[in-house]
């Protein structure tokens, strides 16, 4: 009898949690971007989240929450109600500020459910035109030959680029000076006046420079090359093994999600990112970057990987940000 009441309690239980995933969703879902409106992120976010929005039968609105390189947004939806209906769009900064910062607002682990990763990204090391080096081996080189005396400049101290930068040198041996900016924008303008030598830029942002002749790439930080710009090879095909750093782009719940909502906003995301359209994969190329599906596991999974590897990069760049 007891077994019997104890089998009806978990069923009236967890009759609520069934209910709300067949109805979900039933009302608009906010989607929380770490970043200003028109940047990468928000781009992406848009992106992904028009074709999500038809699958789902609802409106996704993007509540763009900027500040402390992300963080601000992502503590935002931590705290957010666990229902589905607040989700966040998250790049590789959410595995990036916990080694960064001194205090984020969010445990990366803890706080949140993985839904899936959707994209990635590579940067590309580009190069004033007037430096003589023109692949990755000849900058290699350039740089030992004159250590210290060439720089790089980036989007800002802590950056992906930054960081990005000095794992290359820790890899290499080179010294290289960082000269962080504020933005991508100016760090480019620099490298375009001739005052910096070397950029690690992101795709989207140099793309129309490299295309005029006005800058020229020597590689790209991915594993692979890209098959948008098939004629730019990578670092870890130029003499430097195992080199790979993207931006990823992924999306979460707060964690406490139920687990059946998690998995139909999953299935919807590999509705299309699994076998990208034409028409998707053209605009994907225009930002530079590849779709992608995982499962919230194996996003999980990355996530930890992630943020062991960036605690090592945070740790050789000597990084910190209060």
Not at 74 to 103: C, E, H, M, Q, V
Request: hydrophobic content about 45%.
């Amino acid at each position: 009898m007891k077994a019997y009441v104890l089998i009806l309690a978990a069923a009236a239980l967890s009759a609520p949690a069934l209910a709300t995933a067949a109805q979900y969703p039933d009302r608009p879902i906010r989607m929380v971007v770490g970043f200003p409106p028109a940047g990468g992120a928000d781009v992406m976010a848009r992106l992904i989240g028009d074709p999500l929005a038809d699958k789902l039968g609802t409106n996704i609105v993007i509540d763009n929450r900027p500040g402390a390189g992300s963080a601000t947004g992502t503590g935002i939806a931590a705290k957010s109600p666990a229902d589905g209906y607040t989700l966040l769009f998250a790049t590789t900064s959410f595995t990036i500020n916990p080694n960064l910062y001194a205090r984020v607002p969010y445990d990366p682990i803890r706080d949140f459910a993985p839904i899936s990763k959707v994209a990635s990204s590579p940067f590309v090391v580009v190069v004033r035109p007037s430096l003589t080096a023109r692949t990755m081996q000849d900058l290699i080189a350039l740089a030992k030959a004159k250590p210290g005396e060439l720089n790089y400049s980036t989007g800002g101290n802590g950056s992906t680029g930054h960081l990005a930068g000095e794992l290359l040198k820790s890899m290499t041996g080179v010294q290289i000076q960082h000269v962080p900016y504020k933005g991508l924008a100016p760090a480019l303008a620099d490298l375009l006046g001739g005052r910096v030598d070397i950029t690690m830029s992101s795709l989207p942002s140099c793309i129309g420079f490299l295309k005029s002749g006005k800058l020229r790439a020597v590689a790209l930080t991915s594993a692979k090359r890209m098959p948008f710009v098939p004629d730019i090879p990578t670092v870890a095909e130029s003499g430097v093994p195992d080199y790979d750093v993207v931006q990823w782009y992924g999306m979460f719940a707060p964690e406490g999600t139920p687990k059946a909502v998690v998995s139909k906003l999953n299935a919807a995301l590999a509705s299309f990112l699994a076998k990208p359209d034409a028409e998707l994969l053209e605009r994907f190329a225009r930002l530079g970057a590849t779709p992608l599906i995982t499962t919230p596991e194996e996003f999980r999974a990355y996530v930890r990987t992630n943020l062991a590897f960036w605690q090592k990069a945070v740790r050789q760049a000597n990084a910190k940000v209060e």
